[in-house]
């Protein structure tokens, strides 16, 4: 695929619904933290938001789910970047079921850069924004399957 897998898991029991599969609240906290971790490795990790008093926060959500996952089945959580503004950006998340190599899950998501003191949208510095560049460059093939929501230029 390309992406590196933030998180490597199996299928737990806690994970399980009533109807003998994965359920969508393991879906989706695996697919929301995959981006953030992937942010993290470049550069906004916890002393980002401690010494700068900046973060993301996600503004909306679209998710998709294409196979389901069943006990113990082993799955991946990759995420990519695919567009930013000066105060927004444009993620993808797969949860990939690595036994049939297939994408079992997809999450898009908006985040906003805020300044955690005004709680407002503030620009994303350059430092981070030139980062992040690089990784939106990096997974530009993502972009095509990244449809369903639309960044707002600030």
Same mark, same amino acid.
């Given at each position: ?94 949860? @990939? !079921? %690595?036994?049939? =190599? *297939?994408? $079992?899950?997809?999450?898009? &998501? ?7 003191? #005004? ?12 980062? @992040? !560049? %690089?990784?939106? =460059? *990096?997974? $530009?093939?993502?972009?095509? &399957? ?7 230029? #600030?």
């Amino acid at each position: 695929m390309g992406l590196a897998a933030q998180f490597d898991r199996r299928v737990e029991d806690d994970d399980i619904d009533e109807n003998g599969h994965m359920n969508v609240t393991s879906y989706f906290r695996w697919g929301i933290w995959a981006p953030w971790k992937r942010l993290e490795g470049l550069g906004m990790g916890q002393r980002y938001l401690d010494e700068r008093r900046l973060s993301f926060f996600t503004v909306e959500q679209r998710l998709g789910y294409h196979s389901e996952m069943r006990h113990g089945q082993h799955y991946t959580t990759r995420a990519a970047l695919v567009e930013r503004s000066d105060k927004a950006l444009h993620l993808a998340s797969f949860v @990939i !079921d %690595e036994e049939r =190599a *297939t994408i $079992a899950c997809f999450l898009e &998501l908006m985040y906003v850069h805020v300044s955690l003191e #005004s709680r407002r949208a503030v620009a994303i510095p350059d430092d981070l924004a030139s980062a @992040i !560049d %690089e990784a939106i =460059a *990096t997974d $530009a093939w993502v972009r095509p &399957l990244a449809t369903g929501l639309t960044l707002r230029r #600030s």
